[in-house]
């Protein structure tokens, strides 16, 4: 699909707590599923988020911008105590931007990000819940080399049940961010 200005990648930076905040509401605000704060506490969640990220190194935190809009975003866990382990907590794109690759994109950075934090030693595991009915996110991940292992009833909430997604990631041999 063309894109009319390139995606660049980057670190989540302090700024951009609001512009998080915004595109995850697009995201999910309308899911049933995910408990959206009002705002100005989710805007304040993203910079606890990104500052986290920023100061320990463990929490990879990605940005996709076009011009100066965020369109996409991944955030991941890494366990220094477990080092073959990493989470990924949410990737979000932007509806009016999907389809293009940037999820897809993101994850390979995020990938990336794991493997320098681990100092590209043998495989990780990398795993991420996913909501039993997001078929894109499903697909996404699969895409990925990713595969489903169990089915976490009421991960989201007593009803809603997420499949853990995982992979056994090798280490690629020059990480860029
Ligand atoms: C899931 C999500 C991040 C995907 O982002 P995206 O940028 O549109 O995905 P990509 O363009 O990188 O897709 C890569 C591959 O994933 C699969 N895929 C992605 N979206 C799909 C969809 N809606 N239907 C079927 N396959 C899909 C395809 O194989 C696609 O490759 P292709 O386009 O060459 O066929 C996006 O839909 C989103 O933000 N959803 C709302 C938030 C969410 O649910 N996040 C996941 C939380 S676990």
């Not at 049933?32 to 805007?43: H, K, N, S, T």
Request: glycine share 8%; net charge positive; charged share 25%.
């Amino acid at each position: 699909m063309k894109r009319d200005l390139p995606i660049v990648f980057r670190k989540a930076a302090l700024g951009d707590a609001l512009q998080l905040a915004v595109l995850h509401e697009a995201c999910f605000g309308g899911c049933g599923y995910v408990v959206i704060p009002p705002m100005d506490q989710l805007a304040d969640h993203f910079e606890e988020a990104v500052r986290l990220s920023n100061d320990t190194g463990s929490y990879p935190f990605i940005v996709a911008t076009k011009g100066e809009k965020i369109v996409g975003f991944v955030v991941a866990e890494y366990n220094r105590q477990k080092p073959y382990q990493a989470y990924i907590g949410t990737i979000d794109v932007d509806p009016g931007c999907r389809r293009e690759h940037i999820g897809r994109d993101l994850l390979l950075k995020i990938e990336e990000n794991i493997d320098r934090a681990n100092r590209g030693r043998v495989p990780v595991k990398i795993t991420a819940h996913v909501h039993a009915r997001n078929t894109a996110s499903q697909k996404l991940f699969e895409s990925m080399g990713y595969r489903t292992t169990t089915r976490e009833s009421g991960f989201y909430s007593r009803t809603q049940d997420a499949w853990v997604f995982l992979k056994e990631h090798v280490p690629s041999p020059r990480p860029s961010l």
